[in-house]
Structures are given as C-alpha cells and as structure tokens.
C-alpha cells in the first residue's frame, strides 16, 4: 500500500513570497490532515478535510494560508505571502474515517525556509 | 497553552536496558492518548495507544502507562534496541465537536528525543 505522499520535500523562499505545498493521501483515505511543525515543537494541526469538506480549520491563518481538497483525494496548502516564522515543516496525514481511535499515517513533510 | 508537555527534551539509554519517556497533560477531557515515533526525514508513525478506561496497554516491547489522577502517561520500551533511537511525540485526544464524520483533533506535545547507547 502506498503511503502519503508529499511534494516537494524542501523549499526555500524569501518573505512575502508565496509558496505551494502538495499532498496526495493515502487512497481511500476519506480525512486529510495539514500540520505545521515548527523546529523544537510538536505537530500542530492547520486544517482538517473530510472528503472534500473542512471539518475544522480553527488555527489555520487565514489571512495568508489556504488550503483546498477539490476533489476530495489530493490537496494543496499555500502560503501567501510567507512570513519568516512559517519556516517549519508541513506535514500532510490521512486517515481513513477522521476517528482518534483510526491511526493517522504522515507523510514525510516539506521542510519550508523563509528567509 | 501548552495542554501536552514532555518536559524532557532528550533522553540517552544503554543498549538493553529499559526507555521510560514521560507525558504530562492539562485538559481533563482528554480521553485516548497515542505515541508516535518520528526519524529524521520522515512524517511520524503510530506507535500505541491507550484509552482512558484502561490505565495500560501492551504491543511487544512497549507498554503505555495511564494515570488519570495525576493527569501523566509514560511509554516503556523494553528492552531498547539502537533502532529506537528517534523522536517520540505524545499525543492526546476527546469527544470535543464530533461531526457524522468525526472529529477528534489531535493535540501533541513538543516530543523525547531518545537515543540508545549500543
């Protein structure tokens, strides 16, 4: 079975550039999941789908971050424009029903600096 | 808010010998609780889980310890294989707004890095 996948795997922009990141879940998979994982901090969530739906994008910034899963498969997160504290790196999960007891499977991130 | 904490940033074993890294958490409500194990260059891993009806769960060399009372879990890993060596995040999880879908976030702490001596 393969696995999340994500691309690409670093980057490195200037501030206020804009920047795109790409997840492709693994398939079948109805709940896809962006974190930001900022150096020395844990995995914290950015928005959350279910199929092609947000189901919670509380701590997503809005005003410079979006995020879309047209078809309810791949997703996209981009940033625009980049701020020096979004350097971290972006890691893409999915899980089969959205449920804690389900294990979400990551994928190997992008690792994003902003200078 | 820092609602889970593994206040010890990094740990170093023998080779052999038991890993036990520690979790702290706030938020009462919290209810299922998972370990994941990260490589560099790598997305983290399931590892175990525990759910708050139980106060221990067992998967080979690994055993996850719950106590509600003073809010605190603790993974064992038995004995330590130069293979462990990685990141271990905590993780932590309840009811909150549940949708048809679900909805269960998930809240991690900052992470152990562990590394075993051979």
């Known amino acids: 079975e393969a696995g999340v996948a994500q691309s690409p795997r670093y980057k490195i922009i200037e501030k206020r550039q804009s920047v795109a990141f790409w997840c492709n879940p693994i398939s079948g998979h109805a709940t896809l999941y962006w974190y930001q994982q900022i150096l020395g901090q844990g995995p914290k969530l950015l928005i959350q789908f279910q199929n092609n739906g947000v189901v919670d994008d509380s701590q997503l910034p809005k005003d410079r971050f979006s995020a879309e899963r047209l078809k309810g498969v791949d997703s996209t997160l981009k940033i625009q424009p980049a701020k020096l504290e979004d350097s971290a790196v972006y890691l893409c999960?999915?899980?089969?029903?959205?449920?804690?007891?389900?294990?979400?499977?990551f994928g190997p991130g992008t690792r994003l600096t902003v200078l | 808010d820092q609602q889970v904490k593994q206040n010890s940033p990094s740990l170093s074993v023998q080779e052999g010998r038991i890993s036990i890294l520690n979790c702290d958490y706030t938020n009462s409500m919290f209810d299922y609780f998972l370990w994941y194990k990260k490589y560099p260059a790598e997305g983290p891993t399931f590892l175990i889980s525990?759910?708050?009806?139980?106060d221990k769960n067992e998967d080979g060399r690994f055993t996850v310890f719950l106590n509600k009372s003073a809010k605190h879990l603790s993974l064992h890993i038995v004995p330590s294989q130069p293979g462990d060596s990685a990141v271990y995040f905590c993780a932590a999880t309840y009811p909150g707004r549940k949708s048809n879908f679900g909805n269960e976030k998930l809240t991690f702490g900052t992470g152990t890095r562990l590394t075993i001596i051979p």
């Open positions: 525990i759910s708050s009806i139980k």
């Open positions: 999960a999915s899980n089969p029903s959205g449920r804690a007891t389900d294990t979400q499977y």
